[in-house]
């Protein structure tokens, strides 16, 4: 075999595996899943249109221990934060109250108490996942939202709803 022809067949061999490596399917895709009596909730967001989604969508959950994991799998920073979302007035004036804060220097969670239902999952870089404390999640309608500058606009929020 000529010297050119080994090289064109080792590119290939490497253009392969990097093939099989996109192609290989995802940690997961996200969903709930039961693990020692904690309700896991894996969120995640991707790359281009899927940059500023929370997935799946619309989850319903069951109430109870709870932890939530959201994987960052684009090319920005995102955050999650877990709203409660009985009064969407609320939602609105948290949004107001998170614009404002430099201006204001009041924390939004504090400007809208109860809203906030967790610690936010904050500053989640690309290509990283965090995952919450296991906290008691109780019925009732909750949003999800990433509220770094334009993300909620653009759609970065979803809704769970949770059932007994
Ligand atoms: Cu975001």
Redesign the pocket.
């Known amino acids: 075999m000529k010297p050119r022809q080994l090289t064109l067949l080792l590119l290939a061999g490497v253009v392969l595996l990097v093939v099989a490596a996109c192609a290989a399917p995802a940690t997961s895709s996200g969903g709930v899943k039961m693990e020692n009596g904690v309700q896991q909730v894996t969120v995640i967001?991707g790359t281009g249109a899927d940059e500023?989604k929370f997935l799946p969508a619309g989850l319903t959950l069951s109430a109870g221990k709870t932890q939530i994991t959201y994987e960052n799998r684009g090319g920005?920073v995102?955050?999650l934060m877990l709203l409660d979302n009985q009064d969407p007035a609320k939602i609105q004036q948290f949004i107001d109250a998170h614009m404002n804060e430099d201006a204001s220097g009041e924390m939004a969670e504090d400007a809208v108490p109860g809203i906030l239902v967790i610690p936010e999952l904050e500053d989640v870089e690309a290509g990283t996942s965090q995952t919450s404390d296991a906290f008691e999640l109780a019925p009732g309608s909750y949003m999800i939202a990433?509220m770094?500058p334009g993300?909620y606009e653009a759609g970065?929020y979803s809704t769970f709803t949770i059932t007994n």
């Open positions: 967001s500023y920005l995102h955050e990433c770094k993300h970065m």
